[in-house]
């Protein structure tokens, strides 16, 4: 297993519906889980919205997945779009909560881009998470590469 640390930050907030995008209410993890479900990915358990790991290097990669699920049409007025999701752990205060990385792929989402040192991980609810925490990322050996890390 490999560990990264990570420093969490804010992102778009239209995954957890925070965003007030009239078009996704409640989220878009919330509109996308009958989908995925369909697919055989539950994410029962999971809180419906995403942590942002920033990673300190120029990019991270993902290189080996769980899921592949393509042209998922989730959305009447959003373009069908490809996901990939990952297991992991994400590893805070002496605690390990299962995770998944969470990517729908830019080649076919139109908006809310990532910056590329950065990944979205589903997890269940953790109390006491904050913006600027710094946590840790647990996932299999070569599932993903950071490209350029810096000191």
């Known amino acids: 297993m490999a560990i990264y640390k990570f420093?969490?930050?804010?992102?778009?907030?239209?995954?957890?519906?925070?965003?007030?995008?009239?078009?996704?209410?409640?989220?878009?993890?919330?509109?996308?889980?009958?989908?995925?479900?369909?697919?055989?990915?539950?994410?029962?358990?999971?809180?419906?919205?995403?942590?942002?790991?920033?990673?300190?290097?120029?990019?991270?990669?993902?290189?080996?997945?769980?899921?592949?699920?393509?042209?998922?049409?989730?959305?009447?007025?959003?373009?069908?779009?490809?996901f990939k999701f990952c297991r992991c752990h994400i590893l805070m205060n002496s605690t390990s909560y299962p995770a998944l990385i969470y990517q729908p792929q830019v080649e076919t989402k139109i908006e809310h881009l990532q910056p590329i040192n950065q990944l979205e991980l589903l997890a269940p609810f953790i109390e006491h998470l904050h913006y600027g925490d710094?946590?840790?990322?647990?996932?299999?050996?070569?599932?993903?590469t950071l490209v350029n890390v810096y000191p």
């Open 7 to 82: 420093t969490v930050v804010k992102g778009h907030q239209v995954a957890s519906g925070r965003a007030n995008d009239p078009r996704f209410p409640r989220g878009t993890i919330s509109a996308q889980l009958p989908f995925f479900q369909t697919l055989g990915l539950d994410l029962n358990g999971y809180y419906l919205a995403t942590i942002n790991a920033q990673f300190n290097c120029h990019a991270i990669v993902l290189n080996l997945y769980d899921h592949y699920f393509k042209q998922v049409k989730w959305h009447e007025n959003m373009p069908a779009e490809n």
């Open 134 to 144: 710094v946590i840790s990322l647990e996932i299999a050996n070569a599932k993903v």
